[in-house]
Structures are given as C-alpha cells and as structure tokens.
C-alpha cells in the first residue's frame, strides 16, 4: 500500500513528539519512548504487528553489533582515567603551564582533553573539586570557570567517538571513525573556544557562591606521571587516525601496516587504552578491578540500549521510504548539511538529550543522504558534524547536563541561562559555520 507524503510525515511527526513528550513530561526513560515511537510509526505506515516487532530487533541487533563493544570499552577507559587521578595530573598541569590567570582557559582545555574519553558529565563531576578550588585562590567568579570546563567538555561530547551520539551517528550515516576523531576535533576547537570566550564576557558579577564540599577523586596511593595519564588518551586516537590516514579503500596492505590496522580497529585501540589506564596506579586490589569493569559495564549497557533501540527507529523509518518521500516533495538539495543541523537543534532543544537528539535525527537523515548531497563520503562526514553542532543547541532546564553543572558548581537558573545555554547556542552556531567552510574545503 503506498501511502501520500502527508501521511507519512503525519506519523513521523507524532513519533518525534512521542519521544519528546514522554521523556520530558512523564520522564520515561529513553528506550521505552524509542520502542513507543517504533511501534506507532510502524503500525501507522501499514506494517503488521509482527513486521513492527521484526524489524526493530534487525535494527537494535545491527547497532548492537556495530557498537557494543566500543561504547563498553570507551566507559571503561572513562572511568579508569577518573578512579587513577589521572584527570587531576592533565588539569594540574595545564593550569601549572598557563598560570592563574589563565584559570578558565585552562579549565577549557582541560574539559576538552579529559572529554575526550569520559563522559561531559562525568568529566564536570570529576574535576569539580580542582575548578572550585582554582576559582577560590584566583577570585575568578565560578560562573567563568565552571562554564569554560563545561564547554570544554562539552565541545568534543557532541562531535568525537567514542561518545555515543557521534559513534552511533557515524555507524548508521557510515563514517570512518578515524577521519571523524581527527577532524572533529578539529572542529570542536573553535566551538571550546567560543564557549570559553562567553563564559569570560557573560560570567562577569555573577552571583559567586561555592559550597564547600569537595568532589573526591577514587584513586589511592600516589598520582601518575602526566606521560602515564595521558598515554590512555593519545595512543587510541593515534592508532585509529593511522588507519584511517593510510586507507585506500582497495589497496591490500602486508607486514607492518598491516599490524597497524589491526591495532587501528576502534575496538583493539580502545583496548590498547584500557590497558595502558592500568598502568597509571601502582598496585590494584583484585576488588577494584573486579569493581570498576563491572560499573563500566552497567554504565555502558544503559548507553547500549538507548543507541541500540534508536537504530530500531532507524529502521522503522527505512522501511516507511521516508527518504523518498521527502526527496520526491522537498528541494532538500538546496538545504544541503543545514537541514541535520537544524533537524538535531530542534529534537535536542525540544527533549535535552545531545545523545538522543543525533541518534534519531541520524536515522531520519540516513534515506535523505542523496537528496540533501551528501552521498559521498566526504558529505557523510560533513552530515554527522553538521549533527554534532545541532545537538549542542540548546543546553537548558530539560537538559540532565545542565543541572550536574548548576548543581556541583551552585549556580542560580538565572545565571546558568544566561552563561552556559546561550553559550550552547553559540557553540552550535560555530560548528555548523566550521562545518560548511570544511564544505567548500573538501
């Protein structure tokens, strides 16, 4: 049965404004608002109840194929990082180099190479200690410092694997993860830079009221070497970045090259990366090991099933044809990386997840990539970064993010939108501005 474009576009609509309403108003946990919205695009479009079923558990099970073991591993070399204290030796250092007046900056920097592993929220909560006590001896208001490490953070969050809206973006848009680390940090730069340029200029006479608690950082014994504590970051994102910059796509590659791309697998170099985060604590109890694999791996499944059941809607909408019906009655061409940008603005604004907003504006794009222009894989490349700008904007109240930073940091409402979400916004703006000179560019 072949259905008219407003009536598919009738029930992609209430899928969206499904997952919306019952994450925000009801807080049902992603997954079920995903599964929600697949059983009623699904059943709308025509497809039997049995065919709904079927093709969710093809797209849940390909995401959980592609993924699993990255976003596991990713968590884990997250969280050994925080437990060893080797977070605190990158930003004691950075700071130690750039001195206390350049305290935001360096908080920035900071936010952007710890985030470059762990989690923006995670990251926020672990360093919150060492920027509320750099705010203290330096007098530099709060607001500044927590929103330069916020930005920081959140700056490679939305556009870097192995975090899970760009790892599941890139595997259901079909992007290298090599060329997407490298040239989305690339990207994330400018935007970490606008972010902490806001914060200094918007921060200003803010009210400065820091609690005394103090965040505690798991880790026992003495502190990594900065080489020790670093080596977890930079070895995987060198490894992966080889091998993307050395492929071909039809050369066959012999001795050591090809040892290079074995070790340049995002899972074996995520590996590599766990590993070497071992190494940044003397002596482990078997406890702890036991311990903290174990919160990575409760930590990553609940990750798991909100991508995996993403690509389920994914899916859905595969099977819906949506992408031909927009191509047949949309001049989509014109709109070129601006419409998943703004696509990804709308759904991160509208429900707060930067993860949820990219997974499912990737499924949506995905039909689209030929009607857009962004077929190629330069164009793929450009697509899943125009996403990662839209999911920064705009960081407010709906947001989980946003409350860590207002809550460890104390900051009122009033200042917290006036600081970090208008700095979101301009973030987003940033990228999406690097994004379409990249366009001209490649």
Known sequence: MTHSFTYIITFLVAGIALIVVLTTKYKVPAFFALFFACLLVGLGIGLPLSGVISVTKDGFGNIMKSLGLIIVLGTALGL????????????SFLIKKLGDKRAPLAMSITGFIVGLPIFCDSGFIVLNGLNKSMAKRTGIPIA?????????????????PPHPGATAAAVTIGVDFGKLILIGMVVAIPAMIVGYLWARYAGKNTPDKITDDEIVVNHSGNLPSLLQACLPVIVPIVLIGLKSFFTTGTTVYHGGLSVLFAFGDPIIALLIGVLLAFNCKRSWK????????????????????????????GAILTAAKIGDHFSQSLALGSMGIFFPFLLTSVLKTAQGSSTVAIITAASIVLPLLPALGLNSENGKLLCVLAMGGGSMIISHANDAYFWVIAKF???????????????????GLTTITMVYILSKLI
């Open 286 to 313: 078997r406890n702890e090991i036991s311990r903290l694999l174990q919160e990575a791996t409760e930590k990553a499944g609940g990750i798991l099933i909100i991508i995996g059941m993403g690509g389920a809607f």
């Open 144 to 160: 500044i410092m927590s929103v330069s490490l916020a930005t920081g953070l959140l700056s490679v969050h939305c556009l870097v």
């Open 409 to 427: 940091a104390g900051l009122e409402m009033k200042t917290m939108l006036k600081v970090y979400s208008i700095a979101t916004l301009l973030m």
């Open 80 to 91: 050994l990082l925080e437990y060893t204290g080797s977070t605190t030796v990158m930003a």
